[in-house]
């Protein structure tokens, strides 16, 4: 049974910094048959993807909104995802998930409805 947990999020000041962690199990990221994506939702508006990192080859995808600030990575090791935050504005305030899609890819995708499994998410409030 594929879990996803999510786990990292909390209050930061603008500017600041905060790293995420999404933990696997059901499936072991190593063996190159699942993209992990981290999604963000704010109230009132849609999903947006922030986020992903291809089955093989470790490819990454990042939005304008976040790119040179946000930083996916993977640790096989640990079944581990993780999203590296910084810069942090208030505009990033959201509900943070991690999904899975079972693609077996050099590239990754950031449309929700690709994707197979997902965490509970995690809050993250940017304000002074």
């Known amino acids: 049974q594929v879990q996803l947990v999510e786990s990292g999020g909390g209050l930061v000041q603008p500017g600041g910094s905060l790293r995420l962690s999404c933990a696997a199990s059901?499936?072991?990221?190593?063996?190159?048959?699942?993209?992990i994506g981290w999604f963000r939702q704010a109230p009132g508006k849609e999903r947006e993807g922030v986020s992903c990192?291809?089955?093989?080859?470790?490819?990454?995808y990042y939005p304008d909104s976040v790119k040179g600030r946000f930083t996916i990575s993977r640790d096989n090791a640990k079944n581990t995802v993780y999203l590296q935050m910084n810069s942090l504005k208030p505009e990033d305030t959201a509900v943070y998930y991690c999904a899975a899609e079972r693609r077996v890819a050099t590239l990754c995708v950031l449309s929700a409805g690709e994707y197979d499994y997902w965490g509970q998410g995690t809050q993250v409030t940017v304000s002074s």
């Open positions: 990192i291809s089955s093989r080859g470790g490819s990454t």
């Open positions: 059901g499936f072991t990221l190593a063996l190159g048959y699942y993209a």
